[in-house]
């Protein structure tokens, strides 16, 4: 129904900046919400952010206040903007979507996952 591909992943200073970009295709009814996930080594996934239909977002106590999330309904595209980036910001990123299908089932979708490297 609907497959999202992550890409933006990459290394950067301790400080520095990086933007994720999920891409997102297929026939859906609509989509309620769009979020970003991480999974650090020998750690769980996480939630980092999620955004809502009306543009609400929410962020993980770890991320608030150095990471945005943003949507482009045009492009079909979700955004992760990654500032003041640290080492413990080391993690495989994963997009999610969650919606309606076109026959009323709920559905949730995953990305493949991109790897942001923070060196120290």
């Known amino acids: 129904q609907v497959q999202l591909m992550e890409s933006g992943g990459g290394l950067v200073r301790a400080g520095g900046s990086r933007r994720l970009s999920c891409a997102a295709s297929?026939?859906?009814?609509?989509?309620?919400?769009m979020g970003w996930y991480r999974q650090a080594p020998g750690k769980q996934r996480e939630l980092v952010a999620d955004?809502?239909?009306?543009?609400?977002?929410n962020y993980a106590d770890s991320v608030r206040g150095r990471f945005t999330i943003s949507r482009d309904d045009a492009k079909g595209t979700l955004y992760l903007q990654m500032n003041r980036l640290k080492p413990e910001d080391t993690a495989v990123y994963y997009c999610?979507?969650?919606?309606?299908?076109?026959?009323?089932?709920?559905?949730?979708?995953w990305g493949q996952g991109t790897q942001v490297t923070v060196s120290s």
């Open positions: 999610n979507a969650e919606g309606t299908t076109v026959s009323m089932d709920d559905f949730r979708s």
């Open positions: 955004i809502v239909g009306n543009g609400s977002a």
């Open positions: 297929g026939v859906v009814r609509s989509i309620d919400t």
